[in-house]
């Protein structure tokens, strides 16, 4: 068993459907999500998963010097950012991108697929 | 001595991609695999010379990879007890998910061409680990240097370990789309051999030979795939005409080869592969390209081609594969039914202007047309278009005979 993050890519603006055309479009995804969600569970991949609040909310720390640096922002200024993401534990990287399609299809986004190296 | 050395190389090469496949499904790690048949070879190369060739060097060659590599586990086991453990928990059982068809190059070639790899990584990773060629062959091969060859191949290996990538023959459900993926590979390997892209050799015999006898190993795992058939069927079909295609360094275009010097055997088998793929009617791609090639070879002479059989296949790939490429063949087709100029308005409309061979299309089609000045300058846009040396010899050859 290999565990992969999957993230998910979209615009950094959001409006107040979040990256989403309507309400009813927002509440469609959010319902097929959860019961994405809730197959994960059923299946036994789910680790953990959760959608995250907007780049803007985000604040870069470098503590490598004396005192720790806060900077307010993303690390990166970018057009696209993660709005969320799951983390699965599956067999191979074929179920994995299976997964990731069907995740991908739920949420309405390009989800990344990126093994870990290793768990703490 | 020598002769030894020679034979020892020869029976690793086609011993290769059977020993590194099957030392990969029992160790699940290709560079363990690669490291373990490298020691055996050094072995062999050793112990031939003296005791002679064995009755079967492939199963010779299995068990002392085999032998090396669980040696290297042990050793590496003591060094680092940690990492080892992992390592030990190889899979020397039937795999979990087990695909229609279980033989481990297939399996292996299915890792290689992974949709997940980049399309260059897959085509390199497939001629390195089943064709056995090395680093600096497949890097000649492509025109790239050894080191970034090198790089791509590395990093293609360590995607599959990190990202564990099965070895494994897809599902039934998958197998139509993965096959596909396979298939271009394989293509692709063989019409770089075909007519190489770079300016050295203008035919590499070693890529269009590899090429078919992977199409082959796949047409005997996947017999019942009509779409296999035909691939190995168009290649053999072109295969048949390699030593007529270049005269003195120059290209010669199907109608001006000399057709005594196709391989009559090679064409033999080639249209078995097209009356089986009719009859199981489940056309595709490759097995149309194949039927195309059929006619062509099929004809004793240039003039004895039927065009019209060769432009309603044309139109069965159309259906399929709507691209500007099979348009531009089609188009070619078609002037010999209707003639240059019905073939240059469909040749006009295409957007392959970066394309050498829709400039020398065009080329052809103004020439015959009466219209030099813009022949002239179509055919300047092919050589300019163009880096293998026979085509460019060629172009120029029809360029100079224009007044």
Known sequence: MT?????????????????????????????????????????????????????????????????????????????????????????????????????????????????????? | MHSTTAAVERVFREEYGRLIASLVRRFGDIDLAEEAAGEALVLALEKWPASGVPPNPGGWLTTTAGNRAIDRIRRERQRDAKHQAALMQYDDSPHEHLGPVEDDRLRLLFTCCHPALAPEARVALTLRLLGGLTVAEIAQAFLVPEPTMGQRITRAKQKIAAANVPYRVPEAHDLPERLGGVLTVLFLVFNEGYLASGAGDPVRAELTGEAIRLTRILRELLPQEPEVAGLLGLLLLTEARREARVRHGQLVPLAEQDRAGWDRAL??????????????????????????????????????????????????????????????????????????????????????????????????????LGRTAEAKESYDAAIAATQNSAERAYLSRKRGELV
């Open chain 2, 267 to 368: 064409i033999a088998e080639g249209h078995d592969l097209v009356r089986e793929c009719l009859a199981i009617n489940r056309p595709g791609r490759y097995q149309i390209l194949a039927a195309i090639n059929a006619v062509h070879t099929d004809a004793p002479a240039v003039a004895d081609t039927d065009w019209s059989q060769v432009v309603a296949l044309y139109d069965q790939l159309t259906q399929l594969d709507p691209s500007p490429i099979v348009a531009l063949n089609r188009a070619v087709a078609v002037a010999e039914l209707d003639g240059p100029k019905v073939a240059l308005t469909l040749i006009e409309r295409l957007p392959l202007t970066g394309y050498h061979a829709w400039h020398a299309a065009r080329a052809d089609m103004l020439r015959r």
């Open chain 1, 3 to 120: 565990h992969y993050l999957l993230t998910v890519h979209g615009p950094a603006e959001r409006n107040e459907f979040g990256n989403y055309g309507s309400k009813e479009e927002m509440e469609a995804a959010f319902a097929a999500t959860g019961a994405f969600n809730d197959t994960l569970h059923a299946d036994g991949y789910w680790v953990f998963a959760g959608g995250l609040a907007p780049a803007t909310t985000a604040t870069v720390v470098d503590g490598q010097g004396e005192t720790p640096v806060m900077t307010d922002g993303p690390y990166l200024e970018t057009k696209e950012v993660i709005g969320g993401f799951w983390v699965i534990d599956a067999p191979d990287l074929d179920v994995a991108l299976e997964l990731a399609a069907k995740g991908s299809k739920a949420c309405g986004g390009k989800v990344e697929v990126r093994p870990f190296d290793g768990l703490a």
